[in-house]
């Protein structure tokens, strides 16, 4: 009896510590800025090191330095450009000033394009998800994402041409509440030609198979999947966006298939194959 107990104690503890929130966040990308203050003057240098473009909210808690700011953000700036402005008769030097960015570029019109399916060939997955589903697929961002039931350690490929302009993969554990949102793996590929970045996620721990700036090709095996963030069980996440001036910055856009399959009419429960 009291090995059991024993085995018990084990088990409840590994359940609280796989179960515990990381203490850490992390970004799937930075950017470059710097600024001073001189004669009355502020500079600000703002850089793009991602191969897509971005867009860019210069803030600060003076009220008179935000309205200044708001003349001009968001700054865009398209792939790997930088750019240097001045403000002039910046009254008070000791400023903090923060610089929050998004994906894309609004500016951009979005060309829809027909995509693989995220996994290998002549491999067949089943939908565990649809389209706007109660559970997690209900907001703007996620309206038009679809779950595969890939399992741990499944080979995830890219669904077009691209560049790797996001990743994080540091995350190990996940959870079916929301509080464990913020924190899943995943990649995020920008398709140039049609404007629309691809979301992978919910990757296993170090499961990226890319890094950040990659130029990849569809087909390419990118990452392995996993169950870290908010999930109830093993999947990849898959998501369609197109960049909005909102706070998330992007927004689900439906999916369309090469086979011709529309992510739309897909529904848990139906099985698909890439070919």
């Not at 600024?35 to 090191?49: A, M, S």
């Not at 330095?65 to 398209?78: G, R």
Request: proline residues 4%.
């Amino acid at each position: 009896m009291k090995k059991i107990y024993v085995i018990i104690l084990i088990c409840s503890l590994i359940s609280c510590s796989s179960s515990k929130l990381p203490t850490e966040k992390y970004s799937q990308y930075t950017t470059n800025h710097s600024y001073n203050f001189e004669d009355n003057q502020l500079k600000v240098t703002l850089q793009n090191p991602l191969p897509c473009p971005i867009r860019i909210w210069i803030t600060s808690d003076q009220d008179y330095l935000q309205n200044k700011f708001n003349k001009l953000n968001p700054i865009e700036l398209n792939s790997k450009l930088d750019t240097v402005l001045v403000f002039q008769n910046i009254e008070n030097q000791n400023q903090i000033i923060n610089f929050p960015s998004r994906l894309g570029s609004v500016s951009k019109i979005i060309e829809p394009i027909q995509v693989e399916f995220p996994f290998v060939k002549n491999k067949e997955y089943k939908i565990i998800q649809g389209n706007n589903t109660n559970y997690t697929h209900n907001s703007k961002y996620s309206k038009f994402a679809i779950d595969f039931n890939l399992k741990t350690n499944d080979t995830i490929c890219s669904a077009t041409d691209g560049f790797v302009v996001g990743v994080i993969d540091a995350y190990e554990f996940g959870g079916k509440g929301s509080q464990w949102r913020p924190f899943s793996n995943f990649i995020t590929v920008y398709n140039s030609t049609s404007g629309i970045f691809f979301q992978y996620a919910h990757l296993v721990k170090n499961g990226s198979l890319v890094k950040l700036g990659d130029k990849i090709e569809a087909g390419q095996a990118i990452a392995l999947s996993g169950n870290t963030g908010q999930s109830d069980g093993e999947h990849l996440h898959f998501n369609c966006l197109k960049p909005v001036n909102t706070n998330a910055g992007l927004e689900s856009i439906p999916i369309e298939f090469v086979d011709g399959q529309s992510g739309i009419d897909l529904r848990k429960g139906d099985r698909v194959i890439q070919e």
